[in-house]
């Protein structure tokens, strides 16, 4: 359940409109993750949100999880994640 919230998160976080102020904590549990998908793209742009938006599934735990506990996702998002893995 906890994996299904966090990766819910990741999906919406980076889908969700306006500025994108990306927390210490995502930024160190997810500089992996964004150094080998989404690098081209400059943090906290939409193009970036649609890079991570899209390899959503090859993403870490812990970034997964940082995503969760933050203030990044919604509630959206997290049901998004749930459908797509039928939970």
Known sequence: MKRVAILGAVVLALSSGGAFAVSQAVKDACSAD???YCSQHK???EAARACMREHRKMLTDS???ALGHSNEVTQA???QYKRE???
């Open 77 to 79: 998002d997290i049901e």
């Open 43 to 45: 943090v906290g742009t």
């Open 34 to 36: 964004y150094a080998a």
């Open 85 to 87: 893995h039928n939970k």
């Open 63 to 65: 970034c997964v999880k």
